[in-house]
């Protein structure tokens, strides 16, 4: 009989798993020889609310989506067409300056958020004393500067000047190093590198240059 045993089984494998807790009475004989399945323990935070007797959903949590990379991207949309800049170009520069993380801090320069913005300061909720001539800079501080959405809108303002002024490539020299602004237009530029990081990550991302 061992076909049947393994039809049978089956069977119970697929009840078990369905999550039907008793055995129908025509298996009962049939399964007296088999070995009992074994369900894992589950944790309750593992199961989903849709199908609360899914075996599968209760082991394996279906992977969310990165929400605030998500956020971030529309932040880049959002900003981007408000001052011209191309929202690739934010994401790209954002990559390379800080990882895209907010909360990214460089006490060197010091810079801060995630566009790294330069903010020379007596404290994290002093005013910075260094000076842009861009909106909303009167407001800065180091700790507003950790704020995504204000980060991302002074970023755009800096690179959208810089490309304006100084033409694509040298203005992303200039967003990282003042000094770039005198090198050629083309380069090669004093921070050569840090260019080319960039705009390997802003083709990455789809973007061309102009």
Request: charged share 25%; glycine share 8%; aromatic share 10%.
């Amino acid at each position: 009989m061992p076909e049947r045993s393994g039809i049978t089984a089956a069977i119970l494998a697929i009840l078990a798993f369905a999550g039907v807790a008793a055995v129908p009475s025509f298996l009962k004989k049939a399964n007296a020889k088999a070995k009992p399945i074994i369900e894992p323990k589950l944790e309750p935070s593992f199961t989903s609310p849709a199908r609360p007797h899914s075996g599968l959903n209760r082991i394996f949590k279906k992977p969310e989506a990165p929400r605030l990379i998500m956020d971030l991207d529309l932040l880049y949309e959002k900003w981007g067409q408000r001052y011209g800049v191309d929202p690739k170009l934010l994401k790209a520069l954002a990559i390379v300056e800080s990882s895209e993380q907010p909360n990214a801090k460089n006490p060197a320069d010091p810079s801060f958020g995630l566009m790294q913005i330069l903010c020379v300061n007596d404290g994290l909720d002093n005013p910075c004393k260094n000076k842009f001539n861009i909106e909303g800079w009167e407001g800065a501080t180091p700790n507003r500067l950790f704020n995504p959405d204000f980060n991302v809108s002074l970023g755009a303002q800096i690179i959208a000047w810089n490309v304006r002024t100084y033409g694509f490539k040298r203005g992303i020299a200039t967003y990282n190093r003042w000094a770039s602004r005198k090198d050629p237009a083309d380069g090669p530029f004093g921070n050569q590198r840090y260019v080319d990081k960039v705009l390997r990550e802003y083709r990455a991302l789809g973007g061309k240059e102009s």
